[in-house]
């Protein structure tokens, strides 16, 4: 039988275990990569790391509104796409002032994502139909404003917001931004929180008074104008709007949400544990390719580290 | 459902269907046009890979300029990568008992059923750009061989003779990235002082290859010489990540395709070279062949338009 102390202390290594799960597989991780490469912990590392995930994190951030209500978005990366040729469209040299191009950008996603929420709402249709319906709409919207051809000639003015501002990657500054005020949103505005009513019981939230048609249309707009952000910074970053850009985005998106403890069915989770998997996510990434594994099986490890930190994370929180 | 959400649900879809439509427009009219003339005027069917390629959409318009200035008419589909759909397009071509099929390819093994129903159904098929198992009855594209080797042979003259690369690989299995490796791997063995640090795919992608070469900068910094990528959007991904970390100077970057973004990148001095394909002479070759055929004159089984390196010096030749 065993003391009672000791069966605290096994409760009490659960309790960290289930809360801090997530960051226990990072830590790990990173102690391995470490010890492999001797590039990994370095300032200049780190901070590629942080450039590379803060497209994902500004996707997967805008996803975790629409994964707390319970729904799904998978049109992310074609918004990407769209928005991001949207966005070059209106950022050639001496068109427009630059705040045209990235309004025009979130707009156009802003736009997407509210098309999305009203057919989900009124038309009562499965979120998984008409998000998967507006992925190709907007993919194909994406190849007839470009002709099948990337926008290239941007502003100087547009490109650096690829780059860097104080030593700081511009794109890590608004995935910043955006993770903050969300998580502030979340927490603290009676909004956010009827997020979480939505998702944990949608008869409930109703029964309470909860209007829960505007409380998802909300979710799926903010996540279309996060997408049409991410279109913008990504169109920046590589200096063209390209109509095939994103392929796939939503997938690594939902993956970083769900990695970092929101759960698929609705009403549990944050923008907190969405960094973490996002994080986790890049660093596998970076990992990989500084230890140049051969790209065949970086596609295995990545897929085997992914779900073994979910499993790590679940296993603990029973 | 209620009237009022139904209104709202037939509102959008009419929305998305007008943009849909007023997409459509443009193609159809250039591809039906009104029959002239007393004789039947031949029709070409074509299978495109992917329509969403800027290379593969120059080759489809340098075709249907060439299939206007010869009056025959071209009936053009988008396989989308699929040689699944490819198969299934050309089995519609045969049903419509169209003149000639031109096709390009998805996949080299895939696709070969597509080429062999035509040929049994009496149809010529002419391949463009890629290559099939099965063999067609006329072949118009280039050696993608050839691209890979110009491209090192470039790098073993810039760096004379002693350095380290990098390669960017495209979607490993693809045709492109085997036979383009497969052509700078011929030059390597001939210059044992050139040293690969490493190779990664980036699968043809402007970001990924951005990612790639940021992480390489971190492992191999100050050694890296030069870096070949499989074609232009990649090439500009590790132009622009090496640009940012100032190292660019330093190092040579080449490319494969010839886009026009690489194009103007070669003028401004930012990428050091890329590998031209002719798009439009491959185009304009297999509409050509699929008429010779068609009206029983001789042609030529094979024709292999040569790749050219552009560099600073010639850039003008290719820029309009």
């Known amino acids: ?318 | 459902m209620t009237t009022q959400r139904w209104k709202y649900c037939a509102g959008i879809l009419a929305l998305m269907l007008a943009f849909v439509i007023a997409g459509c427009k443009r193609e159809t009219t250039s591809n039906v046009r009104p029959e002239t003339g007393g004789a039947k005027k031949l029709t070409i069917g074509v299978s495109l890979m992917n329509l969403s390629s800027e290379f593969i959409v120059l080759i489809n318009k340098a075709m249907e300029e060439r299939a206007k200035e010869l009056d025959v008419k071209l009936i053009a589909n988008d396989a989308q990568r699929s040689a699944d759909k490819q198969v299934q397009q050309i089995e519609n071509f045969i049903a419509q008992k169209v003149d000639a099929i031109i096709l390009n390819p998805c996949e080299v093994e895939a696709s070969s059923p597509a080429v062999d129903k035509a040929i049994a159904a009496g149809i010529p098929v002419i391949n463009v750009n890629s290559v099939t198992k099965s063999v067609p009855t006329a072949f118009a594209g280039s050696r993608d061989e050839e691209s890979g080797k110009i491209a090192m042979e470039y790098i073993v003259k810039r760096l004379a003779g002693t350095g380290n690369v990098l390669i960017m690989q495209g979607y490993m299995g693809q045709a492109a990235q085997i036979k383009r490796d497969k052509g700078a791997d011929e030059i390597l063995a001939g210059n044992s002082g050139i040293k690969v640090l490493a190779h990664q795919t980036a699968e043809w992608d402007r970001a990924k290859a951005m990612s790639l070469m940021e992480n390489w900068i971190q492992t191999f910094g100050a050694k890296i010489n030069a870096v070949y990528a499989h074609n232009d959007e990649m090439a500009m991904g590790a132009v622009i990540a090496l640009e940012n970390a100032k190292l660019k100077d330093k190092i040579v970057v080449v490319g494969v395709d010839a886009i026009a973004d690489a194009l103007q990148a070669v003028k401004a001095g930012r990428l050091d070279a890329t590998v031209f394909q002719d798009a439009a002479g491959q185009g304009r070759t297999a509409v050509e062949l699929a008429v010779k055929v068609a009206k029983k004159e001789p042609f030529e089984k094979e024709t292999f338009i040569p790749f050219q390196l552009v560099t600073k010096e010639n850039i003008t030749q290719f820029i309009k």
């Open chain 1, 1 to 318: 039988m065993p003391c009672p102390s000791e069966t605290t202390k096994t409760a009490f290594l659960a309790r960290i275990l289930k809360q801090y799960g997530i960051v226990i597989a990072l830590v790990l991780i990173c102690i391995a990569l470490s010890f492999f490469s001797p590039h990994f912990m370095t300032f200049g590392n780190l901070i590629t790391v942080a450039r590379q995930i803060s497209l994902n994190g500004i996707l997967a951030v805008g996803v975790t509104f629409v994964l707390l209500t319970g729904g799904v978005d998978l049109s992310l990366g074609s918004l990407v796409a769209l928005t991001g040729v949207v966005a070059a469209g209106f950022a050639h040299p001496g068109d427009y002032p630059l705040f045209v191009p990235v309004i025009a950008g979130i707009l156009a996603g802003l736009a997407c994502g509210m098309v999305n929420g009203v057919v989900i709402t009124q038309g009562k249709i499965a979120p998984f139909i008409v998000t998967l319906g507006m992925m190709t709409v907007a993919r194909g919207l994406a190849l007839v404003i470009s002709g099948g051809k990337p926008v290239s000639n941007m502003s100087p003015a547009m490109t650096r917001l690829g780059g860097d501002l104080l030593g700081l990657p511009i794109p890590v500054l608004v995935l910043c931004g955006t993770a903050a005020v969300s998580w502030l949103f979340l927490k603290n505005v009676r909004l956010g929180r009827y997020i979480y009513a939505v998702g944990g019981n949608e008869n409930a939230a109703r029964a309470a008074g909860i209007n829960v048609n505007a409380v998802k249309l909300f979710a799926y707009t903010i996540c279309g104008a996060m997408a049409g952000l991410a279109g913008v910074i990504l169109a920046a970053r590589i200096t063209t709007g390209q109509p095939n850009a994103g392929i796939a985005y939503e997938l690594d998106a939902i993956a970083a949400v769900v990695i970092g403890g929101t759960s698929l069915s609705g009403g549990v989770g944050g923008v907190g544990g969405t960094l973490l998997g996002a994080l986790l996510m890049g660093v596998i990434n970076n990992g990989l390719d500084l230890l140049n594994v051969s790209s065949y099986y970086q596609q295995i490890v990545k897929g085997a580290i992914i779900v073994g930190a979910v499993l790590l994370d679940r296993k603990n929180a029973k």
